[in-house]
């Protein structure tokens, strides 16, 4: 660092020197002459004023006793016109008015009485310069921070365009996502849902398991009470956990973890934290994006990517740890085998301790033999008919999805005759069968 104190500019800082004194601005010159400073002078404050206009000034020393404009007032006027400018003032022991009101009014940065120590001056003049530098760095960061993240930002809307346009048969989806309009304006993870449902369009129809895994944690969710701010965020962590995957390659994402090579691995590592950042400059998702970044941590302090232990991984991300395992497990994403849904709750359990939370790992295992236990239940209250079956006033069992995982209509939505020819209408452009689950009529529960 150089006597200016500047590390990253080249050009000298731009001293002015203002005393109506002749010999006390040369005595000033003779403290400075062995420091690379640019030295100005002015024997005025109207002076000094018209310097300031011509040339940038880092910093401005003043007598505080001077015909005309006192150095109060002058410096009063330096601050308003060029905050950046940092204002040291010289001042007597008779001038301690003025030395007041220089503080209050021109927010000087020292203060240095006569008869100065050269010493003491030097140091005052190179540390206020070292703060103005360091301050004006700051801002710099902030800056380039704030241009970062909207360059993060309009890359997120940029990605989101291109699933788009991937595929045509989305402006049919998107016609019959404006009925569930009002309904998705309830819930900002609805929202997330749809979202998705698109990152499904880059992703093999064996691999989109985010569906499957914001169902089970709404089933948690709702199970255990949680409260409705706190689900809301886990709901949207699960429907975006593997946002950060859209950045490998096609042969990548075909395969199960343990196959992956060295390089591969290092990438698989790194998605938590892609997925992170590629939420950052959404406010709702601040939650969301800490349970994404920590969703692969372990209870032994084993994982990745921080290698948190136990109590220092947030809740919301063990139990998606839990949830994505267990569907992953079952489609073949973390061994090449697919596992059944007992193997891969039996994994689980004898992992308890080691892998997973012991105590969410109980009520996991628990929620889901209640659920097995509920669907085969639910099942002889539920028909599947085609579109041309279906009749004004039936309610959906089961969410309605494309063949390519896009969310179409929610469980609970209640078939109007305008949404019954749509659905219609849209097999019949795709060629493709649907088939929507409902709730029998004796059985319809009340439209959500």
């Not at 011509?54 to 020393?61: A, F, H, R, S, T």
């Not at 010289?90 to 010493?119: C, F, M, Q």
């Not at 706190?230 to 199960?256: C, F, H, K, P, V």
Request: proline share 4%; glycine share 4%; aromatic share 6%.
């Amino acid at each position: 660092m150089n006597a200016a104190g500047r590390v990253t500019m080249n050009m000298p800082a731009t001293l002015l020197l203002v005393d109506d004194e002749p010999n006390v601005l040369r005595s000033l010159r003779r403290v400075l002459r062995r420091d690379s400073y640019r030295i100005l002078t002015s024997e005025s404050a109207a002076a000094a004023l018209a310097t300031l206009e011509e040339n940038e000034v880092d910093l401005i020393i003043s007598d505080v006793r001077m015909p005309g404009m006192d150095g109060a007032s002058l410096l009063s006027k330096v601050r308003a016109r060029w905050p950046q400018c940092m204002r040291i003032l010289l001042t007597g022991y008779p001038d301690l008015g003025a030395t007041i009101n220089a503080i209050n009014h021109g927010e000087i940065h020292r203060y240095v009485a006569k008869p100065w120590s050269d010493a003491e001056l030097q140091i005052v003049i190179r540390q206020s310069l070292d703060f103005q530098f360091a301050d004006r760095d700051r801002a710099r960061l902030e800056s380039l921070t704030r241009q970062q993240n909207q360059q993060l930002m309009a890359w997120a809307a940029e990605l989101e365009q291109r699933v788009k346009e991937r595929t045509a048969r989305l402006e049919a989806t998107a016609q019959l996502l404006e009925q569930a309009h009002a309904e998705l304006e309830r819930s900002f993870v609805t929202a997330t849902e749809v979202f998705s449902s698109l990152i499904h369009q880059r992703l093999p129809k064996s691999r989109r398991t985010n569906q499957e895994v914001l169902g089970l944690v709404r089933a948690f969710c709702s199970a255990k009470e949680i409260a409705k701010d706190s689900a809301q965020d886990i709901e949207m962590a699960a429907a975006l956990y593997n946002l950060g995957r859209l950045t490998w390659r096609d042969g990548m994402i075909a395969l199960a973890v343990d196959q992956l090579k060295k390089d591969d691995r290092v990438r698989y590592q790194q998605y938590p934290g892609i997925g992170e950042n590629l939420l950052m400059g959404l406010d709702p998702a601040q939650k969301a994006s800490l349970s994404i970044r920590h969703h692969q941590e372990r209870w032994d302090g084993a994982g990745f990517p921080d290698g948190l232990k136990e109590g220092a991984i947030p809740w919301e991300a063990r139990l998606l740890k839990i949830i994505v395992d267990y569907v992953e497990l079952q489609r073949g994403m973390v061994i090449a085998r697919q596992l059944t849904s007992e193997e891969a709750l039996s994994l689980i359990a004898g992992n308890a301790g080691r892998v997973y939370d012991p105590d969410l790992c109980a009520q996991f295992i628990d929620l889901v033999e209640a659920m097995d236990e509920q669907k085969r239940s639910e099942d002889a209250s539920v028909v599947s008919l085609a579109p041309h079956a279906l009749i004004p006033g039936m309610v959906l069992a089961q969410p309605l999805y494309t063949d390519d995982d896009v969310l179409m209509l929610r469980e609970g939505t209640l078939l109007t005759e305008k949404l019954i020819d749509r659905l219609r209408e849209f097999e019949q452009s795709e060629g493709n069968s649907l088939v929507v689950h409902i709730w029998k009529p004796e059985q319809n529960p009340s439209v959500c």
